[in-house]
Structure formats: C-alpha cells, structure tokens
C-alpha cells in the first residue's frame, strides 16, 4: 500500500472515509464506534499530505490557506492521539484543545405532514470548538475528501474527478424515509454508557432546523431487554366464535423479533415459530374444530413489558 500514492489514496484514505460514512449511516449506537471510526477516517485525511512526493508537498499552512477545515481537523487528529493540545498552529490557538470535546450525538429531528408530526433518528460525531460552537465531523471529512480530491486529480495523479456529497441532510426527511429508519443502542455490562442526544425542530417557514428548547423538561430514557407477547385468535367461521390465546417468545426469539427490518420479515418468522403452531394446534383442539379449511387463523403480534 505504502508503495504507491493511488493505492494508499484509495485503500488507506478513501475507504476510512467510506468505512465511517457507513457506520454513521447504519442504524446501530454505541460502543464508541462512530467516534472511532471517524477519528480514523480523520487522521487518514489529515495524515495524507506527508506521503505526496516533496516536489508537490505543501505545508500545513499552505494547505490551511486553501482548505480551512484543514486546519480544525488537524486539532481534532491531535487532540484525539494526545488528550489535550496547547501548542500554536498554523491558524493559531488550537480551535479545539481537548479530546473530550469530541462527542458521539443522537439527532432526533422532529418534522410535519398531513398525518401529524414523526421524529427521524441519526447519529453524527460533534467537535465542541472552544468558542463555544460545534461542527458535524462528517461536514469536516467531506470537505477535506473533495479538496484532497481536487489537489490529485489536478496533479494527475487520479484519472478523473469525484464529489463526494455531505450525509449531514438538512432537506426534510420523509415519512417513508422515518418508517424506514431505526437506531438501536449497543451497550456492553460493566462498562460504562454515555451518549449525548439533540432535539430539534424543521421549521417549513424558514427552511431551517431549530432546537427544541426543553427548559423545565424531564427527560426520561428507558432501557429493557425485548420480550414480545404473540397474540393468537381462531375464528370458526359456523359460530363466529372466536378463540383467543397469548404466547410468550423467549429472549432468543425476542431478539430475532427485534432485529426485523419490516412487519413482512417479523410476521413471516413469527408464522414459522413452533410454538406458535402448537398454540394454534391447541385453540383448534378448544374450538372443536375438524376441518381447517372452514377455520380462519389470525395471527398478530404486539411488544410486551
């Protein structure tokens, strides 16, 4: 990889960048992954301009004279390897000193149509600059991606010239695109959670997100294990009578449950379960019933507490 510029450019600096883009798309929390992930992507695009041969190498300054996000991510690599950075830079006083003002952040954007409001969930990683304003670490990576982008392809060193677009969307999400959505929380036992979440609003006057002021709210965050109650109804079409039972899934179940993407993939695998056929097998056996083809079998599924 080391013996190449392209290679590295795509294998070491492309794919972290990708690597990340991924993981903040993915609808998994926790575990530090997202700010691990991005301050590898960062020091890979900080990290790039001292393997470009000399004759094409510009300083650090330089490069924060055309690419001023240059400059804070910079910061954000060298906090993050050091703990805490005092030095002078290029732009001077370090924008950011310290390692812990780079945060993981849930987002919960509340938006409106016609059926009433819905929140849609992201993750993004925030660096918390010492005048006291943030920036998404994702905006940064992408505007030094497409400025290294920029800098090779007018060397000729790549072929051809890619944008890279920014993730951070500030357009209105979709109902779709919210039913579509799901943040689950990875937590290990023992160790310790710590997660810092945003509320805001889409403002459709202005076309712009507002926070959500919470003064003299409480907040409350709940975390269970899943368990889910299998509701289980048999209809004999003669009587119209209807019987009823509840099944309990255990935690496996429960869990396989949970990790559905769409009510087809959780009613399909809660019709495959054994013990939802010996469920119904014993509501037919209650009911009388001989011949099934004069039955109607229903089955639904609701989450337990």
């Not at 006083?93 to 945060?103: N, S, Y």
């Not at 849930?106 to 304003?133: C, N, Q, W």
């Not at 429960?254 to 993939?265: P, Q, Y």
């Amino acid at each position: 990889m080391f013996d190449d510029l392209t290679t590295y450019y795509h294998e070491n600096v492309v794919s972290t960048y990708m690597d990340y883009r991924d993981i903040k798309r993915s609808g998994t929390a926790g575990r530090s992954r997202d700010i691990r992930n991005a301050i590898i992507a960062a020091s890979a695009l900080f990290h790039l301009r001292e393997h470009l041969p000399r004759p094409n190498q510009p300083t650090r300054a330089a490069t924060e004279k055309l690419c001023p996000e240059y400059g804070l991510l910079g910061d954000i690599v060298n906090a993050a390897k050091h703990k805490s950075i005092s030095r002078n830079t290029p732009h001077g006083t370090p924008l950011l000193a310290d390692a812990t003002q780079i945060d993981e952040r849930i987002v919960l954007t509340e938006y409106l149509d016609e059926k009433g409001p819905y929140r849609f969930a992201e993750k993004t990683v925030i660096a918390k600059l010492s005048d006291g304003s943030e920036r998404d670490l994702f905006e940064i990576l992408t505007v030094v991606m497409n400025y290294w982008e920029n800098f090779l392809y007018s060397l000729g060193i790549l072929p051809s010239l890619r944008i890279f677009p920014n993730d951070s969307n500030k357009h209105p999400r979709t109902r779709k695109e919210w039913e579509e959505n799901r943040l689950d929380f990875e937590i290990v036992k023992g160790h310790r959670f710590h997660q810092s979440m945003r509320l805001q609003r889409f403002n459709y006057q202005t076309e712009t997100i507002e926070p959500i002021d919470l003064t003299g709210s409480q907040v409350k965050f709940n975390i269970y294990k899943p368990a889910y109650e299998i509701n289980l109804s048999l209809t004999h079409d003669a009587s119209g009578k209807e019987f009823k039972k509840t099944i309990t899934l255990s935690d496996d179940e429960s869990e396989t449950v949970a990790h559905c993407k769409t009510d087809e993939d959780r009613q399909a695998y809660i019709n495959s379960l054994p013990c939802a056929h010996e469920a119904l097998r014993q509501l037919a056996i209650e009911a009388g019933v001989v011949n099934d083809s004069a039955d109607t079998l229903n089955i639904s599924n609701k989450e337990g507490t």
